[in-house]
Antibody
Framework: QVQLVESGGGVVQPGRSLRLSCAAS????????MHWVRRAPGKGLEWVAV????????YYADSVQGRFSISRDISKNTLHLQMNSLRAEDTAVYYC?????????????WGQGTLVTVSS | DIQMTQSPSTLSASVGDRVTITCRAS??????LAWYQQKPGNAPKLLIY???RLETGVPSRFSGSGSGAEFTLTISSLQPDDFATYYC?????????FGQGTKVEIK
Protein backbone atom coordinates (compact mmCIF):
# COMPACT_ATOMS: atom_id res chain seq x y z
CA GLN A 1 0.00 0.00 0.00
CA VAL A 2 1.07 3.60 -0.48
CA GLN A 3 3.21 4.90 2.36
CA LEU A 4 4.74 8.32 2.88
CA VAL A 5 6.96 8.72 5.94
CA GLU A 6 8.35 12.14 6.80
CA SER A 7 11.43 12.78 8.92
CA GLY A 8 13.78 15.59 9.82
CA GLY A 9 11.52 17.83 11.88
CA GLY A 10 12.59 19.35 15.15
CA VAL A 11 13.31 22.58 17.00
CA VAL A 12 15.47 25.13 15.17
CA GLN A 13 16.42 28.73 15.85
CA PRO A 14 15.20 31.55 13.61
CA GLY A 15 17.48 32.10 10.64
CA ARG A 16 18.79 28.54 10.66
CA SER A 17 18.17 25.72 8.19
CA LEU A 18 16.47 22.34 8.29
CA ARG A 19 16.02 19.58 5.73
CA LEU A 20 12.91 17.43 5.68
CA SER A 21 12.76 14.06 3.97
CA CYS A 22 9.90 11.82 2.88
CA ALA A 23 10.38 8.13 2.16
CA ALA A 24 7.84 6.87 -0.39
CA SER A 25 6.84 3.26 -0.98
CA UNK A 26 4.01 1.20 -2.42
CA UNK A 27 3.80 3.06 -5.74
CA UNK A 28 5.96 4.09 -8.72
CA UNK A 29 7.48 7.20 -7.16
CA UNK A 30 9.07 8.44 -10.40
CA UNK A 31 5.65 8.72 -12.05
CA UNK A 32 4.00 11.12 -9.60
CA UNK A 33 4.30 14.82 -8.83
CA MET A 34 4.87 15.37 -5.12
CA HIS A 35 3.95 18.20 -2.78
CA TRP A 36 4.63 19.61 0.66
CA VAL A 37 1.67 21.03 2.60
CA ARG A 38 1.85 22.47 6.12
CA ARG A 39 -0.47 23.29 8.98
CA ALA A 40 0.60 25.85 11.56
CA PRO A 41 -0.73 25.48 15.12
CA GLY A 42 -4.33 26.68 15.32
CA LYS A 43 -4.44 27.48 11.60
CA GLY A 44 -5.54 25.82 8.38
CA LEU A 45 -3.73 23.97 5.66
CA GLU A 46 -1.22 25.84 3.49
CA TRP A 47 0.21 24.50 0.25
CA VAL A 48 4.01 24.93 0.24
CA ALA A 49 5.65 23.47 -2.87
CA VAL A 50 5.40 20.96 -5.70
CA UNK A 51 7.91 19.09 -7.86
CA UNK A 52 7.04 17.42 -11.15
CA UNK A 53 7.39 13.68 -11.64
CA UNK A 54 10.83 14.05 -13.21
CA UNK A 55 12.03 16.96 -11.08
CA UNK A 56 12.15 19.38 -13.99
CA UNK A 57 9.45 21.76 -12.71
CA UNK A 58 9.07 23.25 -9.24
CA TYR A 59 6.63 25.80 -7.82
CA TYR A 60 6.46 27.46 -4.43
CA ALA A 61 4.05 29.42 -2.27
CA ASP A 62 4.93 33.12 -2.09
CA SER A 63 5.53 32.73 1.66
CA VAL A 64 8.49 30.37 1.11
CA GLN A 65 9.74 31.42 -2.35
CA GLY A 66 13.51 31.99 -2.27
CA ARG A 67 13.94 30.30 1.13
CA PHE A 68 12.69 26.73 0.57
CA SER A 69 13.78 24.26 -2.09
CA ILE A 70 12.00 21.03 -3.05
CA SER A 71 13.89 18.13 -4.61
CA ARG A 72 13.55 14.41 -5.19
CA ASP A 73 15.89 11.44 -5.43
CA ILE A 74 14.23 8.94 -7.71
CA SER A 75 16.89 6.30 -7.05
CA LYS A 76 16.00 6.36 -3.34
CA ASN A 77 12.25 7.09 -3.66
CA THR A 78 12.73 10.11 -1.45
CA LEU A 79 11.34 13.65 -1.46
CA HIS A 80 13.15 16.51 0.29
CA LEU A 81 12.38 20.02 1.46
CA GLN A 82 15.38 22.22 2.21
CA MET A 83 14.25 25.07 4.45
CA ASN A 84 16.60 28.03 4.88
CA SER A 85 16.27 31.34 6.75
CA LEU A 86 13.55 29.87 8.92
CA ARG A 87 11.08 32.16 10.64
CA ALA A 88 8.73 31.71 13.57
CA GLU A 89 5.82 31.65 11.14
CA ASP A 90 7.27 28.53 9.50
CA THR A 91 6.40 26.58 12.65
CA ALA A 92 4.00 23.87 11.47
CA VAL A 93 3.41 20.21 10.83
CA TYR A 94 4.77 19.51 7.35
CA TYR A 95 3.04 16.85 5.25
CA CYS A 96 4.49 15.01 2.26
CA UNK A 97 1.68 14.47 -0.25
CA UNK A 98 1.26 12.55 -3.48
CA UNK A 99 -0.59 14.17 -6.38
CA UNK A 100 -2.92 11.74 -8.10
CA UNK A 101 -2.41 11.13 -11.80
CA UNK A 102 -5.73 9.29 -12.03
CA UNK A 103 -7.97 11.66 -10.09
CA UNK A 104 -7.41 14.99 -11.81
CA UNK A 105 -4.38 16.07 -9.77
CA UNK A 106 -6.01 15.93 -6.36
CA UNK A 107 -3.85 15.10 -3.33
CA UNK A 108 -4.72 11.49 -2.69
CA UNK A 109 -2.12 10.20 -0.20
CA TRP A 110 -0.68 12.08 2.76
CA GLY A 111 2.07 11.23 5.21
CA GLN A 112 1.48 11.63 8.94
CA GLY A 113 3.58 14.77 9.07
CA THR A 114 6.68 16.01 10.84
CA LEU A 115 6.66 18.94 13.26
CA VAL A 116 8.98 21.88 12.70
CA THR A 117 9.27 24.40 15.52
CA VAL A 118 11.18 27.63 14.88
CA SER A 119 12.02 29.22 18.21
CA SER A 120 14.93 30.80 20.01
CA ASP B 1 -3.60 34.82 -6.71
CA ILE B 2 -7.01 33.18 -6.38
CA GLN B 3 -8.44 33.20 -2.85
CA MET B 4 -10.72 30.48 -1.46
CA THR B 5 -13.32 31.42 1.15
CA GLN B 6 -15.27 28.82 3.10
CA SER B 7 -18.43 29.36 5.09
CA PRO B 8 -19.26 28.90 7.81
CA SER B 9 -16.02 28.73 9.80
CA THR B 10 -17.73 26.64 12.47
CA LEU B 11 -20.90 24.61 12.25
CA SER B 12 -22.76 22.98 15.14
CA ALA B 13 -24.94 20.04 14.15
CA SER B 14 -26.51 16.87 15.45
CA VAL B 15 -26.19 13.28 14.28
CA GLY B 16 -28.60 12.78 11.40
CA ASP B 17 -28.55 16.43 10.27
CA ARG B 18 -28.00 17.46 6.67
CA VAL B 19 -24.91 19.67 6.55
CA THR B 20 -23.77 21.99 3.76
CA ILE B 21 -20.43 23.80 3.54
CA THR B 22 -19.79 26.45 0.90
CA CYS B 23 -16.51 27.34 -0.79
CA ARG B 24 -16.16 30.39 -3.02
CA ALA B 25 -13.23 31.22 -5.30
CA SER B 26 -12.25 34.80 -6.06
CA UNK B 27 -12.39 33.88 -9.76
CA UNK B 28 -13.45 30.90 -11.83
CA UNK B 29 -11.55 27.67 -11.31
CA UNK B 30 -13.80 25.53 -13.53
CA UNK B 31 -14.18 22.23 -11.63
CA UNK B 32 -10.63 22.05 -10.28
CA LEU B 33 -11.70 21.71 -6.66
CA ALA B 34 -11.19 19.08 -3.99
CA TRP B 35 -12.54 18.60 -0.47
CA TYR B 36 -10.56 17.11 2.43
CA GLN B 37 -11.47 16.01 5.94
CA GLN B 38 -9.03 16.35 8.81
CA LYS B 39 -9.41 15.02 12.35
CA PRO B 40 -7.17 16.11 15.25
CA GLY B 41 -3.78 14.41 15.14
CA ASN B 42 -4.42 12.89 11.72
CA ALA B 43 -3.41 13.76 8.18
CA PRO B 44 -6.06 15.18 5.85
CA LYS B 45 -8.10 12.71 3.83
CA LEU B 46 -9.34 13.24 0.29
CA LEU B 47 -13.16 13.12 0.04
CA ILE B 48 -14.12 14.71 -3.28
CA TYR B 49 -12.12 15.65 -6.38
CA UNK B 50 -13.03 17.45 -9.62
CA UNK B 51 -15.76 19.22 -7.60
CA UNK B 52 -18.17 16.28 -7.53
CA ARG B 53 -16.32 12.97 -7.85
CA LEU B 54 -16.35 10.80 -4.76
CA GLU B 55 -13.00 9.32 -3.73
CA THR B 56 -12.93 5.53 -3.53
CA GLY B 57 -14.03 4.28 -0.12
CA VAL B 58 -15.69 7.53 0.97
CA PRO B 59 -19.29 7.02 2.16
CA SER B 60 -22.00 8.07 -0.27
CA ARG B 61 -23.50 10.48 2.28
CA PHE B 62 -20.75 12.87 1.15
CA SER B 63 -21.33 14.75 -2.09
CA GLY B 64 -19.86 17.75 -3.85
CA SER B 65 -21.34 20.13 -6.37
CA GLY B 66 -20.63 23.37 -8.18
CA SER B 67 -18.39 24.78 -10.86
CA GLY B 68 -16.83 28.09 -11.75
CA ALA B 69 -16.49 29.97 -8.48
CA GLU B 70 -19.05 28.46 -6.09
CA PHE B 71 -18.96 24.97 -4.64
CA THR B 72 -20.65 23.00 -1.89
CA LEU B 73 -19.88 19.94 0.19
CA THR B 74 -22.97 18.20 1.55
CA ILE B 75 -23.20 15.49 4.18
CA SER B 76 -26.69 14.06 3.80
CA SER B 77 -26.97 12.54 7.28
CA LEU B 78 -24.22 13.48 9.72
CA GLN B 79 -22.60 10.53 11.50
CA PRO B 80 -20.47 10.53 14.67
CA ASP B 81 -17.34 9.85 12.59
CA ASP B 82 -17.96 13.03 10.55
CA PHE B 83 -17.15 15.54 13.29
CA ALA B 84 -13.96 17.05 11.89
CA THR B 85 -12.58 20.03 9.99
CA TYR B 86 -13.23 20.24 6.25
CA TYR B 87 -11.13 22.11 3.68
CA CYS B 88 -11.72 22.98 0.07
CA UNK B 89 -8.70 23.33 -2.20
CA UNK B 90 -8.32 24.67 -5.72
CA UNK B 91 -5.82 23.11 -8.12
CA UNK B 92 -6.36 24.82 -11.46
CA UNK B 93 -2.95 26.50 -11.44
CA UNK B 94 -0.16 27.34 -9.02
CA UNK B 95 -0.15 28.48 -6.34
CA UNK B 96 -2.66 25.98 -5.05
CA UNK B 97 -4.83 27.35 -2.25
CA PHE B 98 -6.90 25.90 0.56
CA GLY B 99 -9.95 27.45 2.15
CA GLN B 100 -9.57 28.42 5.79
CA GLY B 101 -11.50 25.36 6.97
CA THR B 102 -14.92 24.58 8.44
CA LYS B 103 -15.04 22.87 11.81
CA VAL B 104 -18.10 20.64 12.24
CA GLU B 105 -18.90 20.34 15.94
CA ILE B 106 -21.40 18.34 17.95
CA LYS B 107 -24.46 20.40 18.86
Amino acid sequence: QVQLVESGGGVVQPGRSLRLSCAASGFTFRSYPMHWVRRAPGKGLEWVAVISFDGSDKYYADSVQGRFSISRDISKNTLHLQMNSLRAEDTAVYYCVRESIQKSSSLDYWGQGTLVTVSS
Amino acid sequence: DIQMTQSPSTLSASVGDRVTITCRASQSISSWLAWYQQKPGNAPKLLIYKASRLETGVPSRFSGSGSGAEFTLTISSLQPDDFATYYCQKYDRYPWTFGQGTKVEIK
